[in-house]
């Protein structure tokens, strides 16, 4: 493509976001550039003394149906279209009295923003925009010698290119704005095909596609060697995409995704809880009076994966927590909301990257979870089932007490956001010992019980913390070793989906260790 594109001469701006608008007309307009508008864009440029002609008046076709047809004309759209350079494009263009259109600004009605304010869908529908999408296609298609611009964050660099190319835009430049359009564009699609597959009560529609706005380009996605990026999907979910940073160095892509996964550990308890993340699983989570007894509990369970991990509260961190939490060293932290205390204890630590998010996320709502595979996706409900004590199944001789009872609760909440294979040992509303990730429920099952010898050989306890503990399983056990394993370990009771063909044999084993064991008829595999 050759770039001899002459100066911008006749401009159409229609934007339902109206930020740096009038300073960008008031630049369009010293640089000779006719502006064409209607509505409310019109409006808050003619209050600011700019000379602006209604798009009426341009196509000589009056708005009809309530705003729904204006833009949708020839004499628009030929303006848009038309290749500067081909004859007979020219000769259409003079014949029917067309006059070229250099630059489109639009970013379209606020159909995303009228949704999350629980809009009816009258109004909803009504903020379906149609003739702005069809001029952002047409300008990105035509961008050989349109300017096409989307969003209040390029008129800087329009202005820039403006004046350093005597009032025209570089192809480089329509080219980057080009694709920023579709994507736009695709996204807007997205959200209405999304909406309407809510509406319809269909979540799982013949086509389902994904969009994101970038929030931030990363150094690098969980290797050196690869690149990465954080894209927001615009949902209102507080955490780590909604959260403001306090302060700290920039968030990395492990960070992020370790961060994500505690906040909604940590969003499971109505109790002052405690999650200590590394690696996107838990290393000790607790419950506590206060957050700072909730943290020494969590801390206990594995002192030394806790070291350079992720903490998530669920309520205002303050400042007794934070002071236990600046004796080791901690990537991030996030909370609800952090007093200015804290805040004040937390900026001696200046690489400490500090969340606060103003909210906690529901741990029942439902939503979407997506994996990529090779050529793919797969596209699940978020894992929002939660057992309470009327779920449990009692299957053993000895019935759990009462303390048990809120002990195997707490664990099994845990067990749901640790990688399958899962094994979680708790005691008193805190993690003693966890198994994540093996091949095998037994190996699991063993591997929590030698972590929790080894945190109680750091604690200087005279025994393994596992000691009179309770123990969950995300999945049934398939055989008798893996609960075998657990009371060996000390384990006094058990909780698990069941289901098992096998489950009789594990209830007898049980039996014949005097454990208790429940059975919840719900598994949490986390892959």
Not at 226 to 243: H, I, K, L, M, W
Not at 367 to 387: A, V
Not at 393 to 402: D, G, L, Q, W
Request: with cysteine; proline share 4%.
């Amino acid at each position: 493509m050759t770039d001899n594109s002459p100066a911008i001469r006749r401009a159409l701006i229609s934007v339902s976001d109206k930020s740096g608008l009038v300073e960008f007309a008031t630049f369009l307009a010293g640089q000779g550039v006719e502006l064409l508008s209607t509505g409310g864009t019109a409006k808050a440029m003619c209050d600011a003394g700019l000379d602006v002609k209604d798009v009426a008046d341009h196509t000589g076709f009056p708005e009809m149906m309530d705003g729904r047809v204006k833009t949708l004309h020839p004499t628009v759209h030929g303006g848009i279209l038309a290749r500067r350079g081909d004859a007979g494009h020219l000769a259409a263009m003079e014949e029917h009295d067309i006059a070229p259109i250099d630059l489109i600004v639009v970013n379209l009605y606020p159909f995303e923003a009228t949704v999350a304010a629980g809009a009816d869908y009258e109004t909803c529908v009504e903020n379906i925009d149609i003739g702005g999408p069809a001029m952002i296609r047409s300008a990105a298609k035509n961008h050989e010698s349109v300017t096409i611009v989307t969003d209040a964050q390029d008129y800087a660099a329009v202005t820039d290119d403006m004046k350093a190319n005597d009032g025209a835009t570089s192809v480089d430049l329509r080219r980057r704005l080009a694709g920023t359009a579709y994507a736009r564009t695709a996204a807007y699609d997205v959200a209405i095909g999304r909406w309407f597959s809510e509406q319809n009560e269909d979540p799982f529609p013949r086509r389902f596609s994904l969009s994101g706005t970038r929030v931030q380009s990363l150094r690098y996605g969980e290797n050196p060697h690869q690149n990465a990026a954080f894209y927001a999907t615009g949902d209102n979910r507080p955490g780590v995409a909604t959260a403001t940073q306090i302060q700290g160095k920039e968030l990395s892509y492990n960070n992020l995704n370790d961060t994500d996964a505690a906040f909604e550990l940590a969003a499971e308890f109505a109790s002052p809880a405690m999650a200590i993340i590394k690696h996107a699983n838990p290393c000790g989570v607790a419950l506590g009076d206060t957050l700072a007894d909730a943290y020494a509990k969590a801390l206990q369970c594995d002192p030394v994966s806790a070291f350079g991990g992720i903490i998530a509260v669920n309520r205002a961190l303050d400042a007794d927590a934070a002071a236990a939490m600046k004796e080791i060293f901690l990537e991030v932290v996030i909370a609800p909301e952090i007093t200015a205390e804290a805040k004040e204890i937390f900026s001696a630590k200046k690489n400490l990257r500090v969340l606060e998010t103003g909210g906690m996320p529901d741990p029942t709502a439902q939503g979407l979870m997506t994996k990529l595979l090779s050529c793919g996706f797969l596209l699940q409900d978020r894992d929002s089932g939660r057992i309470g004590r009327d779920d449990l199944k009692i299957v053993t001789k000895r019935e759990p007490t009462e303390q048990e009872i809120s002990d195997l609760l707490f664990a099994f909440s845990v067990c749901k956001h640790v990688k399958s294979n899962a094994i979680v040992y708790a005691k008193g509303g805190a993690t003693v010992g966890i198994g994540a990730g093996q091949m095998s429920r037994v190996d699991s099952s063993r591997i929590a019980a030698r972590k929790s010898e080894d945190a109680a050989e750091t604690a200087g306890a005279s025994e393994p913390l596992v000691k009179g503990s309770v123990v969950a399983s995300d999945a049934f056990f398939p055989f008798a070793d893996g609960l075998l394993a657990a009371a060996d370990a000390g384990a006094t009771a058990v909780i698990q989906p069941g289901g098992s063909i096998r489950d009789e044999e594990v209830i007898a084993a049980a039996d014949d260790a005097g454990l208790a064991m429940v059975f919840t008829g719900m598994r949490h595999f986390r892959h």
